[in-house]
């Protein structure tokens, strides 16, 4: 069996990793509401080292959030994050991916 591929989108968030919301990192609330909404699937990767709107900072890093799901099922998820988003000066990017899922080699 040969793998196939799905026509996707991909929300990846960029942020840094000291930004707290409510008392956790901002990052956690992103995947902890994506999950909530039943989106396919989203991970956190941490930067060694980064910049972006502001100065760089000792002791703080970059983090992206990637979120994975249909096109419309995101840009619905984009308004549920936005009060995150303004509060960690975080850049959002949507695109349209695919998804390629090996199969079975027998």
């Known amino acids: 069996?040969?793998?196939y591929d799905t026509l996707a989108a991909r929300?990846?968030?960029h942020l840094d990793t000291?930004?707290?919301w409510h008392h956790r990192p901002a990052y956690a609330e992103l995947v902890h509401r994506a999950h909530r909404e039943g989106l396919l699937g989203a991970s956190v990767f941490r930067g060694?080292?980064?910049f972006g709107a502001g100065d760089p900072k000792?002791?703080?890093g970059p983090c992206t959030v990637v979120v994975v799901d249909e096109e419309?099922?995101?840009r619905s998820f984009l308004p549920l994050v936005a009060?995150?988003?303004g509060e960690a000066s975080a850049v959002a990017v949507l695109d349209r991916v695919r998804i390629h899922t090996p199969g079975n080699r027998e």
């Open 1 to 3: 069996m040969t793998g």
């Open 72 to 74: 419309p099922r995101l």
């Open 18 to 20: 000291s930004v707290l």
């Open 48 to 50: 060694v080292t980064g």
């Open 58 to 60: 000792p002791g703080k």
């Open 83 to 85: 009060d995150v988003l």
């Open 11 to 13: 929300l990846t968030i």
